[in-house]
């Protein structure tokens, strides 16, 4: 049995987050390469570029891009999908509760305004399929990805399961200790790392991080699921004596005392805050 071959692409990106700062970034996205190729996210805008050199490299074309597979809606990931559709006219599939962010940008920046948005972001993106939980998808011979819902991160976060390798993209379901704290759901979060033990695969391919082995994943698991119980933690702490937890004051206070450089405060980080104040 021929199995397909597997392509990280890390992709780099800055957001400024202030006149005076801009926060280096950077996001994975996976190219799954068989008699078609299929992806696993977009990246930003700038990923385009990245993507097609990368192909030339390797003796394949945009062109042949059958599929993206969207793990949710954030702009580091849905960023470049339109300009690889204009290309290819590959299929989108994407989770049901982000559709309208990934079909209507300009509703995802009013209700969640990254600094930049607009930079990382080429457009509107037409969804041709939206897939369930536990769906299985026949992707190719030899290519059959598995959906799992993971929220916490985002409310339609999303793992693919390639079932061939027992290979999971997991997205950004599992947030790595010290990075910066984005999530809506803390007990959808804890919810969904269970999920992933379950699951049981032999390699995680993270948006965030280096593929890990089956024997590092479940330390990996473990530290993350403590790393959000620590900041649900040191929030609740923080609120004890904060008169309003609805400002950047909160935030700033919240991220000094984990250890995280207050100056980042924005709305996104408050709203992850907030979500720990809530059963």
């Known amino acids: 049995?021929?199995?397909?071959?597997?392509?990280?692409?890390?992709?780099?990106?800055?957001?400024?987050?202030?006149?005076?700062?801009?926060?280096?970034?950077?996001?994975?996205?996976f190219i799954v390469g068989g008699e078609k190729l299929h992806?696993?996210?977009?990246?930003?805008?700038?990923?385009?570029?990245?993507?097609?050199?990368?192909?030339?490299?390797i003796n394949r074309e945009i062109s042949e891009v059958e599929n993206i597979f969207l793990t949710h809606s954030h702009p580091d990931h849905i960023g470049a999908a339109p300009l690889i559709q204009q290309k290819s006219e590959c299929k989108i599939f994407a989770p049901k509760e982000e559709t309208n962010w990934i079909t209507n940008p300009e509703l995802q920046f009013q209700q969640r305004p990254v600094p930049g948005?607009?930079?990382?972001?080429?457009?509107?993106?037409?969804?041709?399929?939206?897939?369930?939980?536990e769906e299985i998808i026949s992707v190719e011979k030899n290519i059959t990805l598995q959906v799992f819902s993971t929220p916490g991160h985002s409310a339609g976060s999303t793992s693919?399961?390639?079932?061939?390798?027992?290979?999971?993209?997991?997205?950004?379901?599992?947030?790595?200790?010290?990075?910066?704290?984005?999530?809506?759901?803390?007990?959808?979060?804890?919810?969904?790392?269970?999920?992933?033990?379950?699951?049981?695969?032999?390699?995680?391919?993270?948006?965030w991080d280096a593929p890990k082995s089956k024997k590092e994943i479940p330390v990996l698991l473990e530290q993350s699921k403590n790393y959000i119980l620590?900041?649900?933690?040191?929030?609740?702490?923080?609120?004890?004596?904060?008169?309003?937890?609805?400002?950047?004051?909160?935030?700033k206070v919240v991220l000094k005392t984990l250890g995280q450089n207050e100056n980042l405060a924005n709305p996104l980080l408050l709203t992850s805050f907030l979500a720990c104040l809530k059963e």
């Open 230 to 251: 620590n900041i649900q933690k040191s929030v609740r702490q923080v609120a004890n004596n904060f008169q309003e937890v609805r400002s950047i004051d909160f935030c």
């Open 39 to 57: 992806l696993i996210d977009s990246g930003v805008v700038a990923a385009m570029s990245q993507i097609t050199d990368f192909l030339y490299k």
């Open 117 to 133: 948005f607009f930079d990382l972001v080429a457009g509107p993106v037409k969804v041709d399929q939206i897939f369930e939980d």
């Open 1 to 29: 049995m021929k199995t397909p071959k597997i392509h990280p692409l890390k992709i780099h990106f800055e957001i400024p987050v202030s006149p005076q700062f801009k926060l280096p970034r950077f996001v994975y996205l």
């Open 160 to 207: 693919f399961f390639l079932t061939e390798q027992k290979v999971l993209f997991s997205g950004d379901a599992i947030l790595l200790p010290g990075e910066l704290p984005v999530f809506e759901n803390v007990n959808q979060y804890l919810h969904s790392i269970e999920k992933i033990k379950q699951i049981n695969p032999e390699i995680i391919y993270s948006s």
